[in-house]
């Protein structure tokens, strides 16, 4: 198998770009060359960006601007990160055009969910109800602290060949109304959707947990990546 190219979008502040070097592990250990994609605004230089690999990968980050899924701010929203949903959105378009495979982690989920015209918790913890679980985990990225179910017929289910599973959790955003096009694949026992995918594409999946912070221990988060770079490689 050739080495597919795997974009993969940063966390963007006044310090510039950064991203966890576990992103490229997971994805160097399944065979594939992970490059880092810088934001722009030239649409046509994004579109190149798309053009150059052979999947995208969603990074985690801060929040995501309400305006886009029709809210204005809610006093627990945090920080977000000014250019880069806009940016990732047409990452998200043209990679969808193209028909290259799409994984959302975390806040990659989030945006990926808003682009296709879903809404989300902007704090879980004051939207979702008393009955939520902590999700915003203190503990390290590699410790698994809570177990979610993964709808059967889904992709998701194809590869990880399991209906429940255990994962990490660092967030205290979520998807709330799944996009009308995207599967709820995965949810909490508290009823917090946790993996949305897409039915009309090859591999578009977005997770809210983070595999990569636990590839190396979990075989459940290599599955993920075997099975996306996989569809990179075939893309």
Same mark, same amino acid.
């Given at each position: 198998? *050739?080495?597919?190219?795997?974009?993969? *979008?940063?966390?963007?502040?006044?310090?510039?770009?950064?991203?966890?070097?576990?992103?490229? *592990?997971?994805?160097?250990?399944?065979?594939?060359?992970?490059?880092?994609?810088?934001?722009?605004?030239?649409?046509?230089?994004?579109?190149?960006?798309?053009?150059?690999?052979?999947?995208?990968?969603?990074?985690?980050?801060?929040?995501?601007?309400?305006?886009?899924?029709?809210?204005?701010?809610?006093?627990?929203?945090?920080?977000?990160?000014?250019?880069?949903?806009?940016?990732?959105?047409?990452?998200?378009?043209?990679?969808?055009?193209?028909?290259?495979?799409?994984?959302?982690?975390?806040?990659?989920?989030?945006?990926?969910?808003?682009?296709?015209?879903?809404?989300?918790?902007?704090?879980?913890?004051?939207?979702?109800?008393?009955?939520?679980?902590?999700?915003?985990?203190?503990?390290?990225?590699?410790?698994?602290?809570?177990?979610?179910?993964?709808?059967?017929?889904?992709?998701?289910?194809?590869?990880?060949?399991?209906?429940?599973?255990? *994962?990490?959790?660092?967030?205290?955003?979520?998807?709330?109304?799944?996009?009308?096009?995207?599967?709820?694949?995965?949810?909490?026992?508290?009823?917090?959707?946790?993996?949305?995918?897409?039915?009309?594409?090859?591999?578009?999946?977005?997770?809210?947990?983070?595999?990569?912070?636990?590839?190396?221990?979990?075989?459940?988060?290599?599955?993920?990546?075997?099975?996306?770079?996989?569809?990179?490689?075939?893309?």
């Amino acid at each position: 198998m *050739t080495s597919p190219i795997i974009g993969v *979008t940063t966390f963007i502040s006044s310090d510039g770009l950064r991203l966890p070097e576990t992103y490229s *592990t997971a994805i160097a250990g399944e065979g594939g060359a992970p490059i880092i994609l810088a934001k722009v605004e030239n649409e046509a230089l994004i579109k190149r960006q798309i053009e150059s690999i052979d999947g995208l990968l969603l990074s985690g980050g801060d929040d995501i601007e309400p305006a886009f899924f029709g809210e204005s701010p809610h006093q627990k929203m945090g920080a977000i990160e000014p250019g880069r949903d806009l940016y990732e959105m047409k990452l998200i378009e043209y990679a969808l055009e193209a028909g290259k495979p799409i994984l959302g982690i975390c806040r990659g989920a989030q945006i990926l969910n808003v682009q296709q015209g879903g809404t989300m918790y902007q704090d879980i913890y004051s939207q979702h109800g008393d009955s939520t679980i902590k999700h915003n985990q203190d503990a390290a990225k590699d410790y698994l602290s809570h177990n979610i179910s993964v709808a059967e017929g889904t992709k998701l289910h194809a590869i990880l060949g399991e209906i429940e599973i255990r *994962t990490n959790s660092f967030h205290h955003q979520a998807n709330k109304r799944a996009a009308d096009n995207l599967t709820v694949s995965a949810m909490a026992e508290d009823g917090i959707i946790e993996a949305v995918e897409s039915s009309e594409h090859k591999f578009v999946l977005g997770v809210q947990w983070h595999p990569e912070g636990s590839y190396l221990k979990d075989e459940s988060s290599k599955k993920i990546f075997r099975a996306f770079i996989k569809a990179a490689a075939e893309s």
